[in-house]
T-cell receptor, first 113, second 111 residues
Framework: QQQVKQSPQSLIVQKGGISIINCAYE??????FPWYQQFPGKGPALLIA?????SEKKEGRFTISFNKSAKQFSLHIMDSQPGDSATYFC????????????FGKGTKLSVKP | EPEVTQTPSHQVTQMGQEVILRCVPI?????FYWYRQILGQKVEFLVS????????KSEIFDDQFSVERPDGSNFTLKIRSTKLEDSAMYFC?????????FGPGTRLTVL
């Protein structure tokens, strides 16, 4: 019940395309859902986050869609660029942004020029 | 821009030895965390620390692990007797009342 399931494991997208990564959870006590971006040799960096009272949040080219009834949330990267090539992790927490983060297994995104 | 720093970047140790991983969180942050990432796997929570005490810990964080904030700026993770399976990247993170900021990690290799 503490798991966050993420798919796909890897994703190849052409430059300018839309990248979509999906996550699902079981525990309805989760109240904070961030997406982290990680480049090789670096720590995860927060990309965008959402709380369950909102169905969508957009920041620049990055959008989180949140479906509370389905217990799913997804990251959409519009106009994907080669610089977006990284590993993306979804996560969930029960204690807001200070709570311990339960991470998905990650999606390795490659954006081809 | 303030950032979380970690030392060393890479630590190699023999099985059974003690290691201390060090972190300097962002200066005004109040919440501190350790996570680990075994190569190719997901990031896993180890422990959180607030107001000079552990606030939450995972089942991974057994008696071999301890954390300390010895001087108000550093935040350390000690592994008393390392095992082969402790080989991983260890990330420190800190937070004020918002997002968790992660450090660059310490790669621990246990031989």
């Amino acid at each position: 019940q503490q798991q966050v399931k993420q798919s796909p494991q890897s994703l190849i997208v052409q430059k300018g395309g839309i990248s979509i990564i999906n996550c699902a959870y079981e525990n309805t006590a989760f109240d904070y859902f961030p997406w982290y971006q990680q480049f090789p040799g670096k720590g995860p960096a927060l990309l965008i986050a959402i709380r369950p009272d909102v169905s969508e949040k957009k920041e620049g080219r990055f959008t989180i869609s949140f479906n509370k009834s389905a217990k799913q949330f997804s990251l959409h990267i519009m106009d994907s660029q080669p610089g977006d090539s990284a590993t993306y992790f979804c996560a969930a927490s029960m204690g807001g942004s200070q709570g311990n983060l339960i991470f998905g297994k990650g999606t390795k995104l490659s954006v081809k020029p | 821009e303030p950032e979380v720093t970690q030392t060393p970047s890479h630590q190699v140790t023999q099985m059974g030895q003690e290691v201390i991983l060090r972190c300097v969180p962002i200066s005004n942050h109040l919440y501190f965390y350790w996570y680990r990432q075994i190569l190719g796997q997901k990031v896993e929570f180890l422990v959180s620390f607030y107001n000079n005490e552990i606030s939450e810990k995972s089942e991974i964080f057994d008696d071999q692990f301890s954390v300390e904030r010895p001087d108000g700026s550093n935040f350390t993770l000690k592994i008393r007797s390392t095992k082969l399976e402790d080989s991983a990247m260890y990330f420190c993170a800190s937070s004020y009342y918002n997002e968790q900021f992660f450090g660059p990690g310490t790669r621990l290799t246990v031989l």
